[in-house]
């Protein structure tokens, strides 16, 4: 196997960092516009599979030159969704097989953006389906955490827990604070401010996929592992796209726990057109509100060590067990910050995100996983995935998931 | 009189709207750093006293210049409070009479900025009051509604309603909407950014100026003719400075009417830097975040024909009545945006700022106030200025104030 990684930022470092640990690949290209980054990073890492690049992420052609002349056979997509269309045809175009942790964007519904799905998060992508299975090709989407692990997770579900699953609700929260900051966010917050002022999407069987207001249906929830209750509400996310398509859920939600803060900062952008990425002229100068807004809050990359506390993404699963009683679970992976510092110098979110797919491209080598076609990661038998998430370092990953048992009647 | 106003944006443009009604000045010159503006004014209004000009008013020689060259007597600064020096000293330097509606900017305490006073509002005004009151000219600074017509307030009540006051309470709200906007601030952002998030300043006479936290000492204040409460909080503002210095209060404060919303909005700006005006950084571009906050929101003077409501500036007096008794009083002037667009295409608050200042001209040309130095409407004889202000057109300005007694025990 010979993977480009393209995008040398948190994400895409934080893969990196987590492959050299791992032997079943031959080559690890990583490539960036700005080459200095990924040269730094093989520097530091000194593995001599890896090889630095320059891209331009936003040309198919490109990307395809670089698949081409390196001999990729695997590409991980590691740079914002605006990039996901070039980077996915270029694949294609080159025959790689395909990876992301986030999927083609959304346009809202036109008249009602309120009630209607629009152009939905992946639809680009899936109109290429067809093509890519014809072709014998694989584009495994959505292979971060949130999407990611979250769909296998609900994968799990449906093969070993549940007989008929009412509702997979995603549910990710974290107590993580930043020292001297009053405010920075753990994650990209041109994609946080994408995925939480986009019009929530629900998906219900005998309805189909439809939008609500933005930050719907708030719910405190109580996570694992110490982090508590968290103000959780609707937001805009792949695994509501994904999961009805491989499993037969009643109901797919996605609940982001922002807290009450966080959804007043979104709040506030969007009254005041802050989350605008349409140019504005500021004294003869043109940009777009939310690049200012990403420029004056901190790198979130950067603040690893900074950073105190836990990050948690999984699935709230109700329905009928097995064993045709109501039942209600948990399933949820956690991250602690100290942790994944100590251990790979990432912070925990982009830890977390990272790790799944380096871990599906392992399956892949491995041919534990095969397909074709536009695939979700709840489209792979789950068992491998999470057997080797949780396996104890050198033979798995060392970051075990968990199972939680609720309280099925107050599901 | 010839009078030079400074910026033909929403306040200077009312200014001049004003002014053409009133008999009292020879020539108006209306200058601007783009000509096109005060152009338009002059066209529109076919007043022969009326004349367009440009200026660079950061530039005290090119301010100086434009004073020589139409032999002004009188210049109003009406542009945003960084460029008070540079018409300050170019008015100095050419001898004009200077009035301003905003006093030179405040830096705060390097060390205990929401404790301790650092540079105040004014201060580089006052250091040069020796000077002025020396060569015999006059700068009348803080002299649009607030400060302004609050200072005027003030001397009224000290002059003719208190024997001795306790406090100088400045209480600003309104309650006007703007339809087909979730939020359109009714008075320049940028102004209103730095008032409120600089720390608030206090005067006690045992204790001197002194600082709070933002948004400190909230309140409900009940504004009169159907306004009716409004959270109002401490934020920085010039009769804080201005009122100590010509009245005998013991404690000056001023409350702003934000209401809820907008101290969440100006909280989260805080907490995310935008309300920096300190260029950054922007994908290879330099921008300050405050100027794309003030560029993303529409801009208020254009905003009168679809607001509507009425806004209040006014003095909240208690102490002693003349007749030795407890008393409390709000002395206040209430603005309809509906009357001030009919009569003079001006919205409610730009309008109310505006007359303030061209009524002090008018009290200077008639020689009903007259002084030296660097002063302060308090500074002055309220009786006339107040006379004028309520008296019917033609005559006045047919704009009543109102005083309204209030419980002397809940004060």
């Known amino acids: ?7 040398a930022g948190g994400v895409g470092s934080a893969a990196v960092r987590i492959a050299v640990r791992r032997p079943f690949f031959d080559a690890l290209v990583v490539a960036d516009y700005d080459p200095a ?75 009602h953006p309120h009630e209607q799905t629009g152009v939905m998060l992946g639809d680009e992508q899936f109109a290429a389906a067809a093509q890519w299975e014809a072709a014998g090709r694989l584009a495994l989407v959505g292979m971060g955490v949130e999407p990611g692990l979250s769909d ?28 001297g900051y009053d405010f920075a966010p753990s994650f990209s917050i041109w994609t946080t401010i994408e995925e939480c002022l986009n019009p929530p999407v629900i998906f219900e069987r005998d309805r189909g996929w439809f939008t609500t207001a933005r930050f719907s249906e708030p719910e405190v929830f109580e996570f694992p592992e110490g982090i508590g209750p968290v103000e959780c509400v609707n937001v805009e996310h792949e695994e509501v796209i994904l999961m009805p398509r491989w499993t037969k859920a009643r109901r797919v939600t996605f609940k982001y726990g922002l807290g009450e803060e966080f959804i007043t900062v979104l709040r506030t952008l969007h009254t005041l057109g802050l989350d605008s990425t349409a140019p504005l002229d500021v004294k003869g100068v043109s940009v777009a509100p939310r690049d200012v807004v990403a420029a004056a809050l901190p790198d979130p990359a950067t603040l690893g060590d900074r950073m105190q506390g836990k990050t948690c993404a999984g699935v709230y699963v109700t329905g009928t067990g097995t064993d045709g009683a109501p039942r209600a679970v948990y399933l949820y992976h956690v991250v602690d910050n100290e942790w994944s510092m100590a251990e790979y110098n990432s912070q925990a979110v982009v830890w977390q995100t990272a790790v799944n797919p380096v871990l599906a491209l392992e399956l892949l080598a491995s041919g534990a996983w095969s397909g074709s076609g536009v695939l979700g990661p709840e489209a792979f038998d789950a068992q491998p995935f999470l057997d080797l998430l949780a396996a104890d370092a050198p033979a798995g990953y060392g970051s075990p998931w968990g199972l939680e048992e609720r309280d099925a009647g107050a599901a």
């Open 1 to 7: 196997m010979r993977i480009l990684i393209i995008g």
């Open 37 to 111: 980054r990924p040269q730094a990073l093989v520097d530091e890492l000194g593995d001599p599979r890896l090889v630095a690049a320059e891209i331009d992420a936003s040309s198919s052609s490109a990307v395809a030159a670089v698949v081409r002349e390196h001999a990729i056979t695997h590409v991980l997509n590691a740079v914002d969704p605006r990039f996901v269309m070039p980077i996915f045809d270029g694949c294609f175009e080159a025959g790689a097989t395909y990876l992301d942790m986030a999927m083609s964007l959304s346009a809202p519904h036109p008249d």
């Open 152 to 179: 296998v997770f609900a994968r799990y579900a449906e093969d070993h827990l549940f007989s008929s699953i009412e509702e997979l609700g995603v549910r990710d929260g974290a107590n993580l604070t930043v020292e």
